[in-house]
């Protein structure tokens, strides 16, 4: 196997492939992203004139070839690579001889794998956030189209007072903006480079760390050269927690979509092309999509556990316990894209059965409008309230009332009556117009740095 550090000859070799374990596997989503944060170190080397003019140019020829060759899958990490670094490292030194063994210059495995991860993530984040605005549009046209659907609203899983199936879905998008929105406090964790830091401690060269910085993309540093590997497994965590939210949000809409949808109560109707069948009963249709989405989004909560206990309680500085971490990080990003993707297309599919869910608004569902006509009428609430107890208590019918009657009684703002959509639409609005201006930002630099091409 080769590495980039020299092993002693009497090495076990069990051991090596016990520390290496599945990190490969792990590592060829991290290719593009180690050959473009050399591409950035490398202009970071050039500017603090550690490597001249032309060893710069002669190594971004041959990054750029290794960019190329990993996509068209002829550079891979292969059964004798320890990691993504090496892959990379050797491709270039087999081809472009001593300007490949310069490539490292100024810099560990430790900080290269943060730089890795960072521009990662940066890509990732950038991803699902997209992807969650396309669900939040989703389910605003859901709204808009059904927002005089009425069906009961649910409190304790018991019917509490009338309700939409608009104002249902209206939740769940202000749930999947709220998470969107809190990349705001994620992105500038990620926006920071940690190159020049190098196992914790920084190196004796005059390294130029801003310009490394800038030619990749990054706002700013990690200033503090200690403080990189004391973010390893928090800034995972913490990417993990903001997935965590969004599978809260489609984890619950899937839930209720289980339940809204089963005979029993029928508000929903699932379309042929989104349930699966049973290999026994011929009449079933199941609504196996939204229970595995159900389960995915408990799973990516496991990834989050998993990674704090990983990182937790370990001392200062880098532990090979690290590498543990990319496994939950990947799979919990791959399945909140796939909740994502997913929901958003079976939100559009779904049906609504409009007349099933006005006749379950009948009788005791229409107490409480009843306790507030007596109210407008100059009844004070208690003694309302009370009366109608009663009245509901002794069998009474509650006055029916029309879906225009229900409506009208509900015009604050965000009610049935008044959803207010147009809020939320702009929420929309600035949210898209955040991500394409920090995409262009970081695809810019990462373009400039893979000569045009830095997709």
Not at 8 to 14: E, G, M, V
Not at 150 to 162: A, D, N, S
Not at 331 to 357: C, F, K
């Amino acid at each position: 196997m080769s590495t980039l550090w020299v092993p002693d000859a009497s090495l076990d070799r069990r051991m090596l492939a016990y520390t290496v374990g599945d990190d490969p596997v792990w590592d060829a989503r991290l290719l593009r992203w180690d050959i473009l944060g050399s591409l950035g170190h490398a202009a970071g080397l050039r500017r603090a004139r550690l490597i001249s003019e032309a060893e710069y140019r002669r190594m971004q020829r041959g990054l750029r070839a290794a960019l190329r060759a990993a996509r068209a899958g002829e550079l891979v990490i292969g059964p004798e690579h320890e990691d993504v670094h090496s892959a990379v490292e050797l491709w270039l030194t087999d081809r472009h001889g001593a300007i490949g063994e310069r490539l490292h210059t100024g810099r560990s495995r430790n900080d290269q794998i943060a730089a890795d991860l960072r521009l990662y993530l940066k890509h990732e984040v950038l991803e699902l956030h997209a992807l969650a605005l396309e669900l939040a549009q989703a389910l605003l046209a859901f709204a808009r189209r059904h927002a005089g659907d009425l069906w009961p609203g649910y409190t304790h899983q018991r019917r509490g007072m009338p309700s939409s199936a608009g104002a249902w879905a209206a939740g769940y998008a202000e749930g999947v903006l709220d998470t969107a929105e809190a990349v705001a406090g994620l992105w500038p964790r990620l926006d920071r480079s940690p190159l020049g830091s190098a196992a914790g401690y920084g190196v004796p060269l005059p390294l130029d760390r801003e310009a490394t910085a800038r030619a990749l993309g990054f706002s700013g540093l990690d200033h503090a050269v200690t403080s990189v590997q004391g973010s390893r497994g928090k800034l995972e965590a913490a990417v993990l927690f903001w997935c965590v939210q969004f599978g809260h949000d489609v984890g619950r809409l899937a839930a209720d979509v289980i339940l809204y949808s089963a005979e029993e109560f029928g508000y929903l109707v699932l379309p042929p092309d989104l349930a699966t069948g049973s290999s026994i009963m011929p009449q079933k249709r199941n609504p196996d999509l939204f229970e595995l989405t159900r389960a995915r989004a408990a799973a990516v909560q496991g990834e989050l556990a998993g990674t704090l206990a990983i990182a937790g309680k370990l001392t200062g500085g880098y532990h090979r316990d690290f590498q543990l971490l990319k496994a939950p990080l990947m799979r919990g990003l791959a399945s909140t894209r796939q909740m994502l993707e997913m929901v958003t297309i079976a939100v559009p599919r779904l049906g609504v059965d409009a007349a099933r869910g006005f006749a379950a608004l009948e009788g005791p569902t229409l107490a409480t409008d009843e306790v507030m006509r007596r109210v407008r009428n100059g009844t004070p609430f208690r003694r309302a309230y009370r009366e109608v107890a009663g009245a509901v208590k002794a069998g009474e019918e509650m006055p029916a009332l029309s879906r225009r009657e229900i409506m009208a009684a509900r015009k604050s703002a965000g009610g049935i009556g008044n959803p207010g959509l147009g809020a939320a639409r702009g929420r929309l609005r600035a949210a898209r117009a955040w991500n394409a201006r920090e995409r262009r930002r970081f695809e810019r630099a990462l373009q400039a740095l893979a000569g045009g091409k830095g997709r």
